[in-house]
């Protein structure tokens, strides 16, 4: 895939994995369509990157809410007239100990990470059938075939989106000739994971050019850094006896909240 004078969509543009995204798109000189919550660090990143080469627009969008993802695609059609690659990288990542066990946590997270993505999607495949082309590319998680301590939020809501991406990926290829990737970073240094060291884990720039080459090539599942593949895809093969058995702090990760039972 040439990325030069493609419209491109990227959620979540303003922190992380998505703002590197944005960075590195703006030197391919082509059209960017930017959403996130905060409106200043969208109008910063438009006025920094912007070129003759490099148009980008932005509005500011709450994934949580069909309307205003529904008012971002408007709003990329409107501007561009067509959206040839969505890359939907939106989330949060809270902790949920089993000592306070909280539904609105998974509430939260799931309306986020996962109901964001079936929102984005259910929009982009309307437009992308009409087109007969396009690609959707969401990021999920390296882990989402074994639970983890203490992520069981977060984990459920990146593993919903791996399954999704998977139902519909040969259908959306087969029948409109559209592409749909699945994303699954390992630990990345973004202000996500800021408090909990994750040994091996990347930077978010390196990741941002992993994911873009991946999308290039059209890799129908991207996943890194290339240890941590190795070592989850590894615990993927033990049995739940002696999965249970790994050392539950040493999976929580360092840094994880100590709480109290209630």
């Given at each position: ?5 493609k419209?491109?969509?990227?959620s979540g543009?303003?922190?992380?994995m998505g703002?590197?995204?944005?960075k ?7 059209k960017?369509?930017?959403f ?10 438009k006025?920094?990157l912007?070129?003759?080469s ?7 969008c709450d994934?949580?809410h069909k309307?205003?993802v529904?008012?971002?695609?408007d709003h ?16 949060i ?8 066990f909280?539904?609105s ?6 309306d986020?990470n996962?109901?964001?993505?079936v ?10 059938k ?7 590319a ?5 882990p989402?075939?074994?639970g ?5 939020a977060?984990g459920?809501?990146?593993?919903a989106?791996?399954w999704?991406m998977?139902s519909i990926r ?9 592409n749909?990737i ?7 240094e973004?202000p996500?994971?800021?408090e909990?060291?994750?040994p091996g884990?990347?930077?978010?720039d390196?990741?941002?050019k ?6 290039k090539?059209?890799?129908?599942v991207i996943?890194f850094?290339i ?9 993927d093969?033990?049995p739940?006896i ?15 909240p100590?709480?109290?039972?209630e």
């Amino acid at each position: 895939m040439n990325l030069k004078d493609k419209v491109i969509l990227v959620s979540g543009a303003t922190g992380g994995m998505g703002e590197e995204l944005v960075k590195l798109l703006s030197q391919e000189q082509c059209k960017l369509a930017l959403f996130a919550r905060r409106e200043k660090k969208l109008k910063k990143l438009k006025e920094t990157l912007e070129s003759e080469s490099t148009q980008i627009t932005y509005k500011t969008c709450d994934v949580q809410h069909k309307s205003q993802v529904k008012s971002a695609i408007d709003h990329t059609l409107k501007t561009y007239g067509k959206i040839d690659l969505a890359i939907l990288t939106a989330g949060i990542l809270v902790p949920n100990p089993i000592q306070t066990f909280d539904s609105s946590i998974i509430k939260q997270t799931m309306d986020i990470n996962f109901m964001g993505v079936v929102y984005f999607t259910e929009q982009l495949l309307k437009v992308m059938k009409k087109q007969h082309e396009g690609t959707i590319a969401a990021v999920s998680t390296l882990p989402d075939h074994r639970g983890v301590p203490g992520w069981g939020a977060y984990g459920a809501s990146k593993a919903a989106i791996s399954w999704l991406m998977e139902s519909i990926r040969a259908e959306a290829k087969q029948e409109y000739d559209i592409n749909v990737i699945t994303i699954k970073p390992g630990s990345v240094e973004t202000p996500m994971i800021q408090e909990y060291h994750r040994p091996g884990s990347i930077t978010p720039d390196k990741a941002a050019k992993i994911m873009i080459n991946g999308i290039k090539k059209e890799k129908r599942v991207i996943q890194f850094p290339i240890a941590q593949v190795l070592s989850i895809r590894l615990q993927d093969l033990f049995p739940p006896i002696a999965y249970d058995l790994l050392p539950i702090e040493q999976a929580k990760g360092a840094g994880y909240p100590k709480v109290e039972e209630e």
